[in-house]
């Protein structure tokens, strides 16, 4: 199991999760819209959840269904950033056109 974070981190991207991840899984670069899990490094202990104040962050077996694909976007981060970072602007868009 792993966390995920999900579209509401992004253009938010707080820094409590990364503040309190023991293992220090959770990443983002300057150019990034949002932050990362890295399943690899994840240890489920579920604190970044609880520190993350837009309620962005779920364990992969809790994830709504609309967020399904951040399972995926976390993961490949590690190693397609250019097409993960795409997608999450797409993503982002989309989201800014709904309000
Ligand atoms: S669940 Fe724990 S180990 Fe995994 S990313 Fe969150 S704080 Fe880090």
């Known amino acids: 199991m792993t966390y ?3 579209e509401a981190c992004i253009g938010v991207k707080g820094e409590g999760c990364m503040e309190v991840c023991p293992e220090y899984a959770i990443f ?3 150019v990034d819209d949002m932050s990362f ?3 690899n490094k994840c240890t489920d202990c579920g ?3 609880a520190a993350c104040v837009v309620g962005a962050i779920y364990p992969d077996n809790a ?3 609309a967020s399904r694909e951040f399972l995926g ?3 490949y981060w590690f190693r397609h950033k250019t097409g993960v970072r ?3 602007r797409e993503i982002g868009v989309g989201l800014s056109q709904l309000v």
Do not use: G
Request: charged residues 20%; glycine residues 0%; negative net charge.
């Open 4 to 6: 995920v974070v999900t």
């Open 28 to 30: 983002s670069e300057p």
């Open 37 to 39: 899990i890295d399943p």
């Open 47 to 49: 604190v970044c959840m």
């Open 63 to 65: 994830l709504p269904a």
């Open 73 to 75: 976007l976390n993961d």
């Open 86 to 88: 795409a997608r999450v």
